[in-house]
């Protein structure tokens, strides 16, 4: 019987469960947060200043299944300065990108300004204040997930992304998970 749990993966925090032993102690790891039974895997990742949802599971199946398919992923990103409605309008049709060296251009998406601040819980390391110049919030939905894809698209049309948050992946949501939580789930809902 597989059994599969959702996070809210901490800043700071690695999306995997062991590292090489040259960085071992240096980074904190998935399994610092809670008792994972043997052969649980993150389907999909969040880099290390990257927060929010995570989904495991013992099941390889189902992680290829929704890291290889056009499952939606959703992200709340706070920016540096505010986002113009143009800018927002090329980061739904698609922006040019490097991957791995590569010239890519982006799948066309769903891209919003959020009117009201997202209630998250305070971050670890503190973001730069007001007197830095003003933020704003956007949401990003994406069916792909090539490396640091987001922080590559909003700093593409000016606007670096200094918090990202993942709120959902397919139907699964974040919502009210405090940083570091962790509840097992019956299923995984796409």
Same mark, same amino acid.
């Given at each position: ?72 992923? &959703? ?32 799948? &066309? ?76 789930? &019956?299923?995984?809902?796409?």
């Amino acid at each position: 019987m597989h059994r599969h749990f959702k996070i809210y993966k901490p800043f700071g925090f690695l999306s995997q469960f062991i590292t090489n032993q040259k960085t071992a102690g240096k980074f904190k790891l998935l399994g610092e947060l809670h008792d994972f039974p043997e052969g649980t895997m993150s389907i999909g990742r969040l880099d290390k200043d990257s927060e929010g949802l995570l989904l495991l599971t013992t099941n390889g199946k189902l992680s290829t299944k929704i890291t290889a398919g056009n499952s939606e992923k &959703e992200y709340y990103v706070q920016l540096d300065g505010k986002i113009t409605r143009e800018a927002v309008n090329e980061l739904r049709t698609g922006v040019e990108i490097s991957i791995s060296g590569k010239k890519y251009m982006t799948r &066309e998406c769903k891209a919003e300004i959020l009117e009201h601040i997202p209630n998250f819980p305070e971050r670890a390391k503190k973001i730069r204040d007001e007197r830095h110049g003003p933020t704003s919030w956007v949401s990003i939905t994406l069916t792909e997930g090539k490396f640091r894809q987001v922080k590559k698209m909003t700093a593409a049309v000016g606007y670096p992304t200094l918090r990202l948050v993942r709120v959902r992946i397919g139907k699964e949501l974040l919502g009210d998970l405090k940083a570091g939580e962790v509840i097992e789930i &019956e299923k995984v809902d796409l």
